[in-house]
Nanobody, 125 residues
Framework: QVQLVESGGGLVQAGGSLRLSCAAS????????VGWFRQAPGKERELVAA???????RYADSVVGRFTMSRDNAKNTLYLQTDSLEVEDTAMYYC???????????????????WGQGTQVTVSS
């Protein structure tokens, strides 16, 4: 089992920034991908960014140039730096981990087995 705990969400004005963190624990040896998803009310859960074991990162088109994903392997922590936030970025943000064995970074929520409880990001105009 893998446990994921997010933190860092909050209320911010448009144009502001937040740094989200995801602390991982448990049996992580079979995890090949970790990522950030978000879900706004009434919408499907969507990929924000994901990283594979070698360190390649895939971003959603809507966040390219504004969000930066990183990880600290020594701390078993994943980060998402969110800059130039927009009202449309308002959502619950989830950390997720996948044990799929494939070359391409999975982009569907159903391809991720382990999930955190989420952290709310609210951007005001």
């Amino acid at each position: 089992q893998v446990q994921l705990v997010e933190s860092g969400g909050g209320l911010v004005q448009a144009g502001g920034s937040l740094r989200l963190s995801c602390a991982a624990s448990g049996r992580r040896f079979n995890i090949n991908f970790v990522g950030w998803f978000r879900q706004a009310p009434g919408k499907e859960r969507e990929l924000v960014a994901a990283i594979d074991a070698p360190g390649r990162i895939r971003y959603a088109d809507s966040v390219v140039g504004r969000f930066t994903m990183s990880r600290d392997n020594a701390k078993n922590t994943l980060y998402l730096q969110t800059d130039s936030l927009e009202v449309e970025d308002t959502a619950m943000y989830y950390c997720a981990a996948s044990d799929l064995y494939q070359a391409a970074i999975p982009t569907r929520a159903r391809d991720y087995r382990y999930w955190g409880q989420g952290t709310q990001v609210t951007v005001s105009s």
